[in-house]
């Protein structure tokens, strides 16, 4: 069990050092970088996602018990961040609210994809879309309308989760998951080249979107209050993911769906969490931390879990 476990996690390990390591002599510039990151997000990630849920029932992509334990770990460690961030008045409210999004939020697309897929194969990626389904829709909404509602109190709510709603709209993974669901739904038959062509880049997403995480590493410095991101990081990786367990547990759900949600929860805050702080202007350089110091700790924390889960 413990050499599966090496095989498995040794290639995730050796593909974000060979990413680093590539920007690190320069051969990987910050422009390549972002490129790649588009065409990962534009056509590996929805490729990927569409294989998954098209080749599946459509009642086990709706799964209440996952959404429970995930998403009952995600509002009780956003509250739990907001109200520390908050004692001793050290945050603004506009502050915390956007460091608990970031506590939440976890980076499932460009490393998320390739960890679950690694270590669980399609049974773990059919758990990611369930959660992964109401995601950024369930997390970016009500963020936005509380941030909307510390800047203008007597804002209209129905305005902005429309406005929200339609961002989503043209967001190409929403896209992929909604026509991997129709074609599941009315088994609509998808021509053999056009699945091969999706397959392909699908086994491309996981190098590449892994590599690019160890590019990303690269280069980046710790700026802004450090004991506030640490104490983000450390509730992205290591409480929202204790929590899922403690919640799964109590809905007794089964360890081979409920492991692929706890490493999902393990995961450290994707770029959203960044975007979010700039739009707002809020907190920009706490966020950006709690991003790289929550990543370097997930190298610890998701093997480690790896083999406890391994071992359940």
Known sequence: MLFNLVDQLGPIFLLVAMGFGLAKIGLVERASIEGLTKMTFWALIPATLFVTISGNRVSELFNLSIWLAYYGAVAMTAISVFVLLRMGKRNTTPEAIVLAFGAIFSNIG????????????????????????????????????????????????????????????????????????????????????????????????????????????????LRGNLATSITGAIAKVCLMPGLVFVIGMLLHIPMQSLAPAIIIAALPPGVNSVLMASTYETASERTATTMLVATVLSLIILPALAVVLAFD
């Open 110 to 221: 460009m490393l998320g994809i390739p960890v679950v897929d690694i270590l669980f194969g399609h049974e773990g990626l059919l758990v990611l879309a369930t959660i992964l389904c109401i995601h950024a829709i369930g997390l970016l909404t009500p963020t936005i309308l509380l941030l909307e509602w510390t800047r203008n109190r007597n804002g209209n709510p129905a305005a902005i989760i429309g406005k929200t709603l339609r961002a989503q709209v043209c967001n190409p993974i929403i896209v992929a998951i909604l026509c991997g669901v129709i074609v599941a739904s009315f088994d609509i038959p998808v021509p053999q080249f056009a699945m091969t062509f999706l397959g392909m880049l699908k086994a491309a997403m996981p190098p590449i979107a892994l590599m690019l995480i160890g590019a990303g590493i690269y280069g980046q410095k």
